[in-house]
């Protein structure tokens, strides 16, 4: 096995400092908006100079595309923990939980990638990985049509399902914010029987 490669005290904080930047730089991004932030601001409130800044990031545009790079790996590494040798309708399933728990455990990452989707961002965002847990979804429906899991009784595409399914994730994820207890007897679900409830429909 492969040792883990040891930072040396300067790197570590400087990794360090790196990662203090980018939590302030991501609240000024949510605050503001891409377009808005500039090295200046960002700076103010990480609390340094700015010329300090500019040994850490080149400028603003390295800071916004890292931002959504560390958002796109973070739910790269989510998606990565759903085995790819699980049949297609329980694959769903799970990718659909993952997002989930990713969108529970990292809500300012969600931001920023729902963000994303109305932003121009270089390559170096990490956008391509943001699109491929999508494809991916698209990917597991028509491979489940073409292994007769999935039933053509439905009239829907491959597509059309991975877009419905994607629809009610998303819908999971943000009423998962709102407070409904008050209403918990005639509002309430348990999310995995919901999806699974979803696909099963899909099989016919």
Not at 138 to 165: H, K
Not at 178 to 193: F, I, K, L, N, Y
């Amino acid at each position: 096995m492969q040792e883990a490669i040891k930072l040396s005290r300067k790197d570590r904080r400087r990794a360090t400092t790196r990662a203090e930047i980018l939590a302030a730089a991501r609240e000024l991004l949510l605050e503001v908006g891409p377009e808005a932030i500039s090295l200046r601001q960002v700076a103010r409130r990480a609390d340094f100079s700015p010329g300090a800044l500019y040994t850490y990031f080149s400028s603003r545009d390295e800071i916004v595309a890292s931002l959504f790079k560390e958002s796109f790996e973070r739910l790269d590494s989510y998606r990565r923990r759903v085995p790819a040798t699980l049949p297609p309708d329980r694959r769903v399933v799970e990718l659909g939980l993952a997002y989930m728990d990713y969108a529970r455990d990292n809500p300012m990452d969600l931001r920023c990638i729902l963000l994303a989707t109305s932003t121009d961002l270089p390559p170096s965002s990490g956008m391509a990985v943001g699109l491929e847990a999508a494809r991916l979804i698209g990917q597991t429906f028509r491979e489940g049509m073409e292994d007769g899991v999935f039933s053509l009784a439905s009239g829907l595409s491959a597509a059309e399902m991975a877009y419905g399914y994607w629809a009610l994730v998303h819908g999971l994820v943000s009423i998962s914010s709102v407070d409904v207890s008050q209403v918990a007897d005639e509002v309430s679900a348990d999310p995995r029987r919901l999806l699974e409830a979803f696909i099963g429909f899909l099989k016919g």
